[in-house]
């Protein structure tokens, strides 16, 4: 049975950093895309990076040059690098696994097959 669970959320000042995790059980973690979505209160999911087999990484317009998405397969663990944390990225961060591995990355929420069941990143002004 696949797990995804994410850690690293949590309250940080606007232009700070963060460094999500999602670790993957369940076998066969090379063979997925990975991908973090974020949902913010009273808004829909929206795709904020996502990481191919190959580890060739895709960015939403809105995080692009702040954040950086890597994953390491012998440990089966994908990270969020964020940079320059802004107020409007507030929101529950989800990790997902895709069966689509290759390039590009999936941006549709229903696309996923696996969820983790999110952690929560405030930034503060």
């Known amino acids: 049975q696949v797990q995804l669970i994410e850690s690293g959320g949590g309250l940080v000042q606007a232009g700070g950093s963060l460094t999500l995790s999602c670790v993957y059980s369940g076998g066969g973690f090379g063979a997925y895309g990975m991908t973090w979505f974020r949902q913010a209160a009273g808004k829909e999911r929206e795709f904020v990076a996502g990481?191919?087999?190959?580890?060739?990484?895709d960015y939403s317009d809105s995080v692009q040059g702040r954040c950086s998405i890597s994953r390491d397969n012998a440990k089966n663990t994908v990270w969020l690098h964020m940079n320059g944390l802004k107020p409007e990225d507030t929101a529950t961060y989800y990790c997902?696994?895709?069966?689509?591995?290759?390039?590009?990355?999936?941006?549709?929420?229903?696309?996923?097959?696996?969820w983790g069941k999110g952690t929560l990143v405030t930034v503060s002004t």
């Open positions: 990481i191919t087999w190959s580890f060739n990484g």
């Open positions: 997902a696994a895709d069966l689509n591995s290759s390039w590009p990355p999936s941006r549709r929420p229903d696309a996923m097959k696996y």
